[in-house]
T-cell receptor, first 114, second 115 residues
């Protein structure tokens, strides 16, 4: 089955620790995205990547870092510099067709930092 | 500035009736408007989009209407079913010659279905 996998589903960390969220896709999509969703709110773009070894900051990139060494993988690191890291994190990918408007989302990782 | 918002945070509809979810936007420069559906605990799912030079587009059981005069977008769901229960997001984006789109999401409307 083709799709996007995110792991783990739930993640707990202590304040001050960096944590890396996994995102893998086997859809052969060039573009990948990371979003953050807070309770009762829409999605906000953290980073996106149009192609391997390239990525761009989104609207809320501060305190986060990414890498895109492989087409199928786009891990997100939440650093200790992120002031409010507790949130639901969603990864997505898109094909060039439709200019990236139809994005395919993974199931998300709920990160809790205490 | 850029913003996509919704008139109502929640909507309750009788099963079998039609649902209408509304959205206001402020950026006239948006090229496309999009609707996503998010079921509880899952990632959003693309429903339908409409280009800014159109006023209506139909999909399977859904219709999106765009009124540029009043900057209003709506999603109509025909014969609402229990499986339609979800949060619906309107979103906007700008067409560009690349494989990726920066999508700006609104805050969502929760649709609940009464049996």
């Amino acid at each position: 089955d083709g799709g996007i996998t995110q792991s783990p589903k739930y993640l707990f960390r202590k304040e001050g620790q960096n944590v890396t969220l996994s995102c893998e896709q086997n859809l052969n999509h060039d573009a990948m995205y990371w979003y953050r969703q807070d309770p009762g709110q829409g999605l906000r773009l953290i980073y996106y990547s149009q192609i391997v070894n390239d990525f761009q900051k989104g609207d809320i990139a501060e305190g986060y870092s990414v890498s895109r060494e492989k087409k199928e993988s786009f891990p997100l690191t939440v650093t200790s510099a992120q002031k409010n890291p507790t949130a639901f994190y969603l990864c997505a990918s898109s094909a060039p067709l439709a200019g990236g408007r139809e994005q395919y989302f993974g199931p998300g990782t709920r990160l809790t930092v205490t | 500035g850029e913003s996509v918002g919704l008139h109502l945070p929640t909507l309750s509809v009788q099963e079998g009736d039609n649902s209408i979810i509304n959205c206001a936007y402020s950026n006239s420069a948006s090229d496309y408007f999009i609707w996503y559906k998010q079921e509880s605990g899952k990632g959003p799912q693309f429903i339908i989009d409409i280009r800014s030079n159109m006023d209506k587009r139909q999909g399977q059981r859904v219709t999106v209407l765009l009124n540029k005069t009043v900057k209003h977008l709506s999603l109509q769901i025909a014969a609402t079913q229990p499986g339609d229960s979800a949060v619906y997001f309107c979103a906007e984006t700008f067409a560009k010659n690349s494989s990726a789109s920066k999508i700006i999401f609104g805050s969502g409307t929760r649709l609940s279905i009464r049996p």
